[in-house]
């Protein structure tokens, strides 16, 4: 079951991916590089000299929870195969936004889904989440402002407590 300690450790790593947001770049890539290449302490390392990463949304996420110590959110055992589809077929679904706590994943879109975001801090109904999903990013971002950009497609919360 996914901990307090994990879930702030997600948002922790999150938050440092942010922070080194000029070192990442956006590419939907499979098998998830990342995954296989990096641990936190090889990310951290790869940042201070000056090095790059390459990754999509879920990579992302996938990555965040690989290096928390959490179990494969696809639900695939860290193959590398993962995608957006595949969190939103193994994770239990709700949409109360103030049942959600941080480290939990939003999907946007219908399956198998567009984009998805992490929590990063509660805000009542507008939360701050981790996202990237383009070039740019990644990025901590209030909930209502990744909403505008994904206008009109439904959005789903997904529950990590298991994981």
């Not at 696809?74 to 480290?103: F, I």
């Not at 984009?115 to 990063?120: E, I």
Request: glycine share 12%; with cysteine.
């Amino acid at each position: 079951m996914a901990s307090s300690a994990q879930r702030q450790r997600l948002v922790e790593y999150a938050q440092t991916l942010v922070d080194h947001a000029s070192h990442i770049h956006y590419a939907e890539i499979r098998p998830m590089r990342s995954l296989a290449e990096h641990t936190w302490a090889s990310v951290l390392g790869l940042f201070k000299q000056g090095g790059y990463l390459t990754m999509d949304c879920s990579e992302s996420v996938t990555s965040l929870f690989r290096w928390a110590g959490l179990r494969d959110p696809n639900g695939l055992g860290y193959n590398g195969e993962g995608y957006t589809g595949t969190l939103l077929q193994h994770l239990k679904h709700y949409t109360e936004t103030a049942n959600a706590n941080p480290g939990a994943l939003g999907v946007f879109g219908k399956a198998p889904g567009t984009h998805v975001v992490m929590l990063m801090e509660r805000a009542g109904d507008n939360p701050w989440v981790f996202s990237h999903g383009q070039e740019a990013g990644p990025f901590r971002i209030q909930l209502s402002q990744e909403k505008a950009a994904h206008k009109g497609e439904p959005f789903t919360w997904l529950d990590i407590s298991g994981l």
